[in-house]
């Protein structure tokens, strides 16, 4: 057990719905990084937050966006869904930013 | 140029065999190699990482050969283990654009009893 949680573990929904993922870090860890695996892309970092700012984006979609609030738990908003959204979204954090990324069990989210 | 390239994308060993993973890069900035390991249903989870100052790290059964001149590294894995059976991903990071690691692209591996 990593000390990531996510939630909720399985989403299913429809083309054009909005969703949102949860992640609570590991305890004393400030920056949250967001990833999403998918079969045709493998992993790919999305975007990260330090402290409740945004430092770092990556591949992330307009229709996706995140926060970090300040008991450190972060969110990724999806909207606006497409069936290539189907993919696990992976919460990871670490202290600051340049140590090891400890990974939460997923997000299994499928589009229908 | 972000990207790593990881070989094979699936390898079968039998017990007590060596399990070996390749991976190539092109960005010489990358400063940070870790190697995660990931069974089915959960996620990635840190298995050894070396920096590109030094050619060889050893923990356990588990090795990274990293050779900077050629921008490869691998993971050798010695007497290799039905528990070891998993998915391998390298990655990379470069130090100066945030933390973001840059996959390969997952080794599945499959040891045999």
């Known amino acids: 057990d990593s000390g990531v949680t996510q939630t909720p573990k399985h989403l299913i929904t429809a083309t054009g719905q909005r969703v949102t993922l949860r992640c609570s870090p590991r305890s004393g860890d400030l920056s949250v990084y967001w990833y999403q695996q998918s079969l045709d892309q493998g992993l790919q970092f999305l975007i990260q937050?330090?402290?409740?700012?945004?430092?770092a984006k990556g591949n992330i979609l307009e229709r996706f966006s995140a926060q970090q609030f300040p008991d450190l738990h972060s969110e990724l908003n999806l909207s606006s869904l497409e069936l290539g959204d189907s993919a696990l979204y992976f919460c990871?954090?670490?202290?600051?930013?340049?140590?090891?990324?400890?990974f939460g069990p997923g997000t299994r989210l499928l589009v229908l | 140029q972000q990207q790593v390239k990881q070989s094979p994308q699936s390898l079968i060993v039998q017990k007590g065999g060596i399990s070996i993973i390749n991976c190539a890069y092109e960005n010489t900035a990358f400063d940070y190699f870790p190697w995660y390991q990931q069974f089915p249903g959960k996620g990635p989870a840190l298995l050894i990482a070396?920096?590109?100052?030094?050619s060889e790290k050893k923990e356990g059964r588990f090795t990274i050969s990293f050779n900077k001149s050629a921008k490869q590294f691998s993971l050798h894995i010695m007497d290799s283990q039905p528990g070891d059976s998993a998915t391998y991903f390298c990655a990379a990071r470069v130090g100066t654009s945030g933390s973001r690691l840059t996959f390969g692209e997952g080794t599945q591996l499959t040891v045999n009893p």
């Open positions: 070396i920096r590109p100052d030094v």
């Open positions: 937050y330090y402290n409740g700012e945004e430092r």
């Open positions: 990871a954090s670490s202290v600051r930013g340049r140590e090891t990324q400890y």
